[in-house]
């Protein structure tokens, strides 16, 4: 070839959360690949940001074209929130138990294939990866408008990041029409990785796939983690004695944070730490529980830090929190912050969902909890406070090994290579960290856009 192979990334949010997608470009960049990851822009410019040798584009949400004139206009803006306001009435009402138009209560996917289908085209990609359910119907528009251009398709992987029948946060009715979509669609799909080994089991047999998705569980970095300057009970001002629990997530009622805020009047001693990705309302209703408990003083919230630097942040914690509540999905995998947790070498304490338990339990990291009881976590809390010692002995190098995203991660090169029939040339690792936003201007066109970042390669 004359350039290094291209790898496009798909994924439906803003990305710079999303650390399975960007430690999955970072990585497959630095063995030589050209990776642009395609996302969501958070405002009404396209722009790129690096991730090491990996790029992210963000691409602007489709608007109503702009017209003259301003009753045109007002029209084509109340019409939109009349139909916006139409399906989600739908999808709360009646699409609880009729179904309806898939293509209506899919509508923000189908704006995803008219914003990204020629972006992802232009960059002429040799391998799309679609991440996540929501990106299968832009990966194959994609890949069907680089057929109708150039005659050939790209191979495609499917990237399934939960199981998604089990998704006990999506309405009824768009579930519904997500599964028969996922159902329509996975066998066009050249491969399949997901999570977990359970959920790849789970995948093979619903869908009859010609064989079983490849496993890359979503462990944190471990050549490329970077100390942080600081860290949790530092920036805490809290003194080495007093015991710090530590939950680091997003914020949802199923993740079942609010047994630990309960708790805390059973522990005294005990603060809680909450690592939140922003404010939303459960979070507000979790300070305000504080506040009702008398516990504000020990509640403390903190932002994210960067994907490479959390384990170092962790290190001065005491316990590590998982508390999900009993959904499917829960009980097929372990979380992320399951093995940053461990390379923070801090032990866990765990609700009683099944993977995560047994894992729990099988290593000896840490203590299991019924979910949602509040008496039987301050119980398994008052457990580890007591012998730390005794949990941390049972990490492991071999376990810390495997359970990092590199040792993970080195099940996509050879996929990427057999999909494809294209060798890279690996290069030193890069830094995986995140660069400033830089705004595509108007006038240029996506072509010359991607010119000025990628690099032209030749590979044998």
């Given amino acids: 070839m004359t350039r290094k192979p291209r790898a496009a990334m798909i994924v439906l949010n803003n990305v710079t959360n999303d650390s399975r997608v960007l430690k999955g470009a970072w990585y497959m ?5 050209d990776v642009v990851i395609f996302g969501w822009a958070p405002k009404s410019d396209v722009d790129h940001i ?31 929130k009349a139909r916006n306001l139409a399906r989600k009435g739908w999808i709360m009402t009646i699409g609880q138990i009729i179904p309806g138009l898939s293509s209506e209560i899919l509508r923000p996917i189908g704006l995803a294939k008219i914003a990204m289908t020629q972006a992802i085209a232009d960059f002429e990609p040799d391998l799309i990866h679609a991440q996540d359910f929501s990106a299968l119907p832009v990966a194959l528009s994609a890949a069907r408008a680089m057929q109708s251009r150039n005659g050939t398709r790209p191979p495609m992987i499917y990237d399934a990041h939960e199981f998604l029948p ?32 359970k959920i790849a089991e789970m995948l093979h047999a619903n869908h009859g796939l010609r064989r079983e998705p490849i496993v890359v569980q979503n ?11 600081s860290d949790i009970r530092k920036d805490l001002n809290l003194d080495a004695g007093i015991p710090l629990m530590v939950y680091s997530g997003g914020i949802a009622p199923q993740r079942g944070i609010m ?23 459960h979070l507000a209703q979790l300070i305000a529980k504080a506040n009702e408990l008398g516990v504000a003083d020990r509640v403390h ?23 999900n509540t009993h959904h499917v999905n829960h009980e097929l995998s372990t979380p992320t912050k399951f093995s940053e947790y461990a390379h923070a070498n801090i032990p866990i304490v765990v609700s009683d969902v099944k993977f995560l338990a047994a894992e729990t339990r099988r290593l000896g990291i840490g203590e299991v909890f019924i979910s949602e009881d509040v008496a039987s976590f ?8 007591t012998d730390k010692a005794f949990y941390i002995a049972n990490y492991n190098a071999a376990f810390l090994q495997e359970r990092s995203w ?18 890279a040339v690996a290069q030193d690792q890069s830094v995986f960290i995140l660069s400033e936003p830089e705004i595509k201007p108007p006038a240029q066109s996506m072509k010359d856009f991607y010119e000025k970042f990628l690099k032209a390669a030749t590979n044998s």
């Fill in 29 to 33: 960049a630095d063995k030589g690949w």
């Fill in 301 to 323: 919230v903190l932002p994210f830090v960067s994907n490479a630097e959390v384990t170092s942040y962790l290190t001065t914690a005491d316990i590590g929190l998982i508390m």
């Fill in 166 to 197: 089990g998704q006990a946060n999506i309405k009824r009715a768009i579930r519904r029409s997500l599964v028969a979509m996922e159902r329509s669609v996975i066998k066009q799909f050249d491969a399949v990785v997901t999570v977990s080994p």
């Fill in 219 to 229: 462990d944190p970095v471990l050549a490329a983690a970077r100390l942080h300057p």
């Fill in 259 to 281: 047994v630990a805020v309960m708790s805390l009047p059973a522990l005294p001693e005990h603060h809680l730490a909450i690592m939140a990705p922003g404010q939303n309302a």
């Fill in 378 to 385: 301050v119980e398994a809390v008052k457990k580890v406070t």
């Fill in 406 to 423: 590199e040792a993970q991660c080195e099940r996509l090169v050879p996929l990427y290579e057999e999909l494809t029939g294209l060798k």
């Fill in 50 to 80: 690096d991730v090491g040798r990996a790029d992210v584009v963000r691409i602007p949400r489709p608007v109503n074209r702009s017209d003259g004139n301003r009753i045109v206009r007002n029209v084509r803006k109340y019409s939109m």
